[in-house]
């Protein structure tokens, strides 16, 4: 069992927590977040898979998060306690309030403990790489100078990338860590209809690939 470098309490008092996995003289950082959205829960499930793999010869060093939003997950609801899209909730240039409750981003920006504390560690480390576990759309989308990651993943996993997801995500992690801060962002959107087990075959290869190889 890793031990949680950082942590936080959401509002229904569950624990966030962040890992690290290094080596001492690593070379690259790469922060995986799992669960941004509550009903998503695939991505805790691939990353507490991945934390019993023997990685005790890692190249890189790997933040985790399996879960960002323990709130949304108990229920499974897309946003956190405070009904809001976290994914949404992000300073970014591009803020608007949302009035549509699905995608709802909060009154102002960086309102939500979850959002808080993903500003928090990249204000203290800036990664190399992010990939960000959702559901259910079957791509690879990427902000920021991701191209080259994004191609990788999907030849990898076989899901298609797609630079733009096809409607406007004011406040989205995607544009505060990829285009606003130039950190090579994936967000991976898992299929629906696949089994957890289809689902581990498919990317275990992509946190491999982060962890040993990139
Ligand atoms: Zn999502």
Redesign the pocket.
Known sequence: MYKAIKTAKTKLNNKIELFEIKNSNYDKTVLIIGV??GE?PQGEYLINKYLKEDLSEIKNRLLIIPCLNPDGKNVNK?QNANGIDL?RNFPTKNWEKIENPEYFGGEKPASEIETQFMIDILSEIKPDAILSI??PFKVVNYDGPAKTLAEKISKITGYPVQADIGYPTPGSFGNYAGVERQIPTI?L?LPENETNEELWLKNKPVINYLAFEY
Do not use: I, L, Y
């Open positions: 941004f959205h998503e897309r994914n959702h559901a967000t959107e």
